[in-house]
């Protein structure tokens, strides 16, 4: 045994036959094979992100060419600017809620499920319906209803609690100055929570019978059982969730555009305000908003990627 | 080998299809008789009246042929964007709409529109407009645009029937904005809402007539050429107005555009609208009666002024077909083309020459005020400010419409100004 497994190790790296099958430029074929993709990638991807940092640094404030190098100009401007400031704290917001909100909700629907519901596949279906429709349409009929309209001229959800003699439920939704952000989360968190269910369903039934049958032998409670086996199995599903709608979340858009509109200032967020400044020609306080937007994304991306690489290679 | 070669056939293939998408750009100019007018006149009476202006182009210019270049959405903003790029790439069209005065600046500094006086003097347009509208047209010593209409911003619509429920004459008028708010404080308590107001852009609307009507004409002007102080005590009081205003108005006002608060007095459940004169067209569209079912005045303390704004188009550098654009501007100017798209529009003719006889009951009076009041530049309508300085301004009435903070929106407005300030 000893003696023949080093030589059928050693075999492929002999130098002869490598250079046999792969005509002497082995380097050459794959390079070409993703050379496209490496060209398109370098130029759409990472040269117009660096064509966006050299814009945030330049005084270029109208659409006029730049006029001159600013340096680090554009981003004091910002984080000294108040409403960029509430725009953060809005992002801060929004995100914290919608990533509780679909996460809760996803894992609570997906466990239902689990539990052998009756009827799974039509609340399978129903719970991930939402996903297949874009935020912009379905941001048309949250616009109506989170109408803010309170009393006779109610209309959406105020009219519905009206009717139902809860009016102390109404409220003035996303036109409230502190908490009319999360507001905006509700419609995210109904769009997304089938989707978090879904990676969370999955997840449950990766986890083999028999794992569970050997917990209970060995005298596992059922919630011992979740506890030491079951959620130990789901936190890579979990951290991909947190990943997915986290960024998602950050860069939130299209939803508050269909429901507030660009200009509204309670459900200001960098992206709506990175179109403001982008429509009014501010070119460099824009890509400002831009890379700072890219970096906060980053820093959620970064340290997954990193650990998922890591954990690629010790296996 | 073979994976070599067949790799280099790939990697081909991409580059190829790279190139003739890059290329593909260039074919598009094509021949010399297109004419592509840029608008954000998509849908409504907006394109009722291209429509129009359109049948007189194509009868006086039976040899060119109109390109419709609109980009709908966004209340023109979208298209705005989509402009932006094309005359940055140099591929302008023909000629494109923009708001006639101060929100051309931006376009003037980049060099991206050219100088038309002289176009005016050879076309004797100079003639035809009044020389309150080319002073406002003028800027940097050249006239830029050429204006297709005339629209009134300081408008009061309100709805008979529910003037009379309140104890009000319907075809009563006020000297001044405090007056004014006696009466609003009536239909209030009636359970009326007194005034309605949409978003941000109608709110900055209505924030502009009501500096206008306590600072006067003159200091309304001098806020934005530097004259009248922004933190002053004068503008304080008007905000304070304002403030009274707003806290007469629909609470929902956020969710809704200019249409819906207008709506609101047709059907009865508001009393007032401020609003520029295109809501006759809503009027007029639903059957209503002038000086019957519904008035339009003045906003109270602005009788005299015409707070104007205008459409108008422009002539690009480096344009794609210059005889074109000459073409579409002289239809643009002529008096069939004023009449046919402002017929359409519910606007006025801005040349006077243009016969007017056959124009509505409520365009005659504006047709007439346009003759003799005083003009001032619109602030909502990117006559008076640069489009920056209204970005500025309008989040600052945003803010305020949430904060209610009225030392708070003095503030913004005089930081506004202090950034935007004409040099």
Redesign the interface.
Known sequence: MSSTVPSAVKRPEKPGRRKGRL?G?GW???V??I??TI??IGVFVYGLIGSNINTSLQDR?????SQGFAGLDNYRDLFTDD?FIYSLRNLLLYTATFLVGTLCLGFLWAWLLERKARGESLFRAIYLFPMAVSFVASGVVW?WLL????GD?ASGLNRLFGSLHLDFLQN?W????RW?ILAIAVPAIWQLSGYVMALFLAGFRGIPEELREAARMDGASEWQLYRHVIFPQLSPVALSAIIIIGHMSLKVFDLIMAI???????TQVPATQMW?E?????YAKSAAIGTILLLIVAILIVPYLVSTYRQERRR | MNATRKALAAGLAALSLLAVSACGSDSESGSTDEVEVFTWWAEGSEKAGLDALVKVFDEQNPDLKFVNGAVAGGAGSDAKNVLQSRLQNGEPPATFQAHAGAELTDYIDAGQIEDLTDLYKEKGWNKQFPEGLLDRLTQDGGIYSVPSNIHRANMLWANSAVLKKAGIEPNKTYDSIDAWIVDLKKIKAKGIIPLSVATDWTQVNLLETVLLADLGAEAYNGLWDGKTDWAGSEVKDALADYSTLMSLTNTDRQGLDWPDATQLVIDGEAAFNVMGDWAEAAFQEQNKTFNKDYTAVPVPGTDGVFDFLADSFTKPVDGPNPKGTEAWLDTIASDEGQVAFNKAKGSIPASTTADTSSFGEYQQTAIKSWGEDEIVSSLAHGAATSVNWLTDITSAVAKFGSNKDVAGLQEGLAEAAEDNKPE
Do not use: K, M, S
């Not at chain 1, 404030?61 to 060419?65: C, D, L, T």
């Open positions: 005509g430029h050459v074929a794959p070409l094979l050379l496209p060209i398109v404030h109208n659409i006029g060419p409403d616009r109408n803010n309209a309170e001229r003035p996303w036109t409230d100055e009319g507030a509109g660009q200009t509204n200032y309670t403001v982008f429509t009014r020609g501010d």
